[in-house]
């Protein structure tokens, strides 16, 4: 027994069991006191075990828990939530609309494993319309809950997901580690109870279940989300210390037996057309079923063909959501708007007289790009038969997924304008000749960075999401310090000098303006330098370099490693010609629209100033080095000829996954080919080079997963 110790005289060993007990214990106190509204424990007893267990803590900071009953509820809310790296990425679904494209996922995956006719078994289940969540349980018990955030790094949430009945706290006869991921979501009676609930108090009401699940979900204060009723069905799973089945569907009857709901509607199926009957039956049932589903999700059922497999950079070839159609309603166009990107590209948006399509106010479309408007698509063939988009038209908008809504269609007999819509020539911001370049369907702007849109929409996208990040600098707050008198951001480098501007300035400081104080400031202030270490690929992804997005940017920094690598094979590299850019184009993935890009941005002398000022303040980490220990990790390997025992996809793939880089091309910088039947002038070139030329069995035993 360590509760009669006093905390002075404990060694660490009895603090560890000691924090375990007062973890346990606070837990389940706060569980009878949120959960079933039955206190077990009095408030004294309950501040006693606190101060306790803060006590040992401040003794031995150390081994404070992962699950601290100091972060849990009760605990004055902190400001914002801790971010949470995941053991295993989150990643998200790629979708089909019809059956076609549901036979071309079964196809591609049948080409990819080289499967025969026989049938693919998958399994067909509801795709919840919630957010995810992934539950991390260690020797049974529940040490942390984090959202998908990026699907990299979440938002620390346990405390809340404590609170929620069916997430079990501990387990019996689970895998000592067990990452259990799965949707939180709210039902159709409990969400309007919700909202008249709210009403009542004179609080904001919620615009879906989904809002209003994540609006719980993401509380401060925990005690608002235990007061919630969330649910949380389970269907998938991150770190495991074992595996929980062979098949995806025995998995899923597994975590039904742990404890977790499961979705009832989960179905086996023997290939596509078990598939698509199993996708009507649900769709029939959506109405009844008491909580919004947006469409059916397969998964390939057997996890060694998942593990085969694999990933894209951030969606699984072995899944695939199928999308019930989206909800259309008609409403009135009022207005086209040009909006400017940081690309320079025009971009149409049409201004709509606010209408609810599936649950959501919406008040705007995108209309892509001039053709669109006119009635064509990028080939020149009809759209809407033929029918132009004009200002004052009805037209009927959807929603598809989470994207922006579009126009399905107009109703040509309610039109008023007489004429159609006349895209303009001249950029709307800066009255730069606007230019469209033969074969692309974008007008685009040629004022560069002397256009304010451009400037602006670049250093957006500088502090968005996958890029820099910024807690306290997000959209809005650029566009006030784009045009701030006193501390101007025109540029990335301009951002990290504002602190030091604002520290030398003689007038007003930033504490001191509306919207700002002593804490805000300083919080952004901070933010901000942390931000001055910077993973490589995050920096590239952030440059806005046309044609060059995140998967494209973690493709260049693991090709070179540190900035000053990168940097200088840019300024080497010309387009068209020389080792750098042949270099270049080996990256596969890397095509010469992309490469050409890339040179044009870093020989820019305007961009290239602003790229050097930008690095001078940072702090660039090198790529990550490849992961594991196997011997292609860090390697570069080049496909030829057949292969016999998989496809080349299946080979690039795997390649991949351990850590090699596959290039298109054979160069001094290639240590392996793989050489099946029918290899040609690779070959020879390897051989003149000394590469090491491996067949397909050599390839496999080295790459072979222990
Ligand atoms: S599986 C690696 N199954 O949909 C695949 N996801 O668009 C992991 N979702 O982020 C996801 N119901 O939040 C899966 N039955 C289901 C789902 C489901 C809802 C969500 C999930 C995911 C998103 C992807």
Request: net charge negative; hydrophobic share 40%; charged share 25%.
């Amino acid at each position: 027994m360590t509760d009669g110790i006093a905390v002075e005289q404990m060694t660490e060993e009895q603090a560890r069991t000691e924090l375990l007990r007062l973890s346990r214990a606070l837990a389940r106190a706060d569980r009878a006191y949120h959960g079933q509204d039955a206190p077990e424990i009095s408030d004294a007893t309950y501040d006693a075990l606190k101060r306790r267990n803060a006590e040992i803590e401040a003794r031995f900071p150390t081994i404070k828990r992962p699950d601290s009953p100091s972060d849990r509820v009760g605990a004055a809310p902190g400001e914002t939530f801790a971010k949470v790296r995941h053991a295993v990425r989150m990643l998200s679904l790629s979708n089909a609309f019809t059956s076609e494209e549901v036979a071309e996922f079964d196809d591609q995956i049948r080409k990819f494993l080289n499967f025969g006719s026989e049938h693919i078994d998958y399994t067909a289940e509801p795709k919840i319309d919630g957010l995810s969540l992934s539950l991390r349980y260690e020797h049974g018990s529940l040490v942390q809950a984090a959202t998908r955030g990026d699907g990299e790094e979440g938002e620390n949430v346990t405390a809340n997901a404590r609170t929620i009945a069916d997430i079990p706290q501990t387990l019996t006869n689970a895998p000592d580690i067990l990452e259990v991921r799965g949707e939180v979501y709210m039902s159709h009676a409990d969400f309007a109870a919700l909202n008249t609930a709210q009403a009542k108090k004179g609080d904001k009401s919620f615009a879906n279940p989904r809002n209003a699940a994540a609006g719980s979900l993401r509380q401060l204060d925990a005690t608002i989300t235990a007061a919630r009723p969330l649910r949380f069905f389970a269907y998938s799973w991150g770190a495991l210390s074992d595996p929980l089945a062979a098949t995806q569907y025995e998995a899923v009857a597994r975590l039904s037996a742990l404890g977790f709901q499961t979705n009832p509607l989960t179905k086996l199926c023997k290939g596509i057309d078990a598939l698509l009957d199993h996708y009507r039956m649900i769709e029939l049932q959506r109405a009844t079923l008491g909580y919004d589903i947006d469409g059916v999700v397969y998964k390939v059922n057997d996890l060694g063909l998942q593990s085969r497999l694999g990933f894209r950079s951030t969606t699984p070839r072995w899944a695939i959501a199928h999308k019930f159609p989206a909800e259309l309603a008609w409403t009135r166009l009022e207005k086209i708007e040009i909006q400017v990107g940081r690309t320079g590209a025009l971009s149409p948006v049409a201004r709509l007289t606010p209408v609810t399509v599936g649950g959501v106010v919406v008040s705007n479309a995108t209309l892509h790009n001039e053709d669109y408007i006119a009635g064509r698509d990028s080939k020149g063939a009809l759209i809407r038969q033929g029918r132009d988009i004009r200002e004052g038209d009805w037209v009927q908008v959807y929603r598809a997924g989470d994207v922006i809504p579009k126009i399905a269609d107009i109703d040509p007999d309610r039109r008023i304008a007489s004429e159609p819509y006349v895209f303009p020539e001249k950029c709307p911001v800066c009255g730069s000749d606007a230019i469209r370049e033969e074969g692309d369907s974008v007008r685009r702007c040629t004022g560069g960075l002397i256009c304010a849109a451009q400037g602006m929409e670049r250093l957006k996208h500088f502090v968005s999401r996958g890029a820099f990040d910024i807690e306290g600098l997000g959209a809005k707050q650029i566009e006030a310090f784009w045009s701030d008198p006193i501390l101007p951001v025109k540029t990335p480098a301009d951002i990290f000098t504002l602190a030091a501007r604002d520290a030398a300035n003689p007038l007003q400081k930033l504490k001191n303006r509306d919207g700002y104080g002593e804490v805000s400031a300083n919080k952004m202030f901070a933010a901000i330098d942390q931000r001055r270490t910077i993973p490589l690929a995050r920096l590239i992804f952030a440059l806005g370099i046309r044609h060059v997005g995140e998967s494209t940017a973690n493709l260049l920094a693991r090709h070179y490693g540190t900035w000053e690598a990168f940097e200088s094979a840019m300024t080497a590299a010309t387009t068209g010609k020389g080792a750098a850019w042949e270099d270049l184009m080996t990256i596969d993935g890397v095509g010469a629209v992309l490469a050409a890009s890339l040179v044009t941005a870093f020989h820019h002398p305007t961009e290239r100033a602003a790229i050097d000022a930008l690095v001078e303040q940072l702090n660039v980490q090198p790529a990550d080095r490849p992961v594991g220990n196997s011997p292609v990790a860090g390697k570069t390997v080049v496909f030829t000829g057949t292969l016999e025992r998989m496809t080349r996809a299946e080979a690039k793939a795997r390649a991949e996954s351990l850590g090699a880089k596959v290039a298109g091309s054979v160069s001094a910088k290639t240590d392996f080919l793989v050489a099946g039947p029918g290899a040609g002038s690779k070959a020879t070139k390897a051989a003149a080079l000394g590469v090491t030329v491996l067949d397909e069995d050599e390839w496999l035993t080295m790459t072979a997963v222990p």
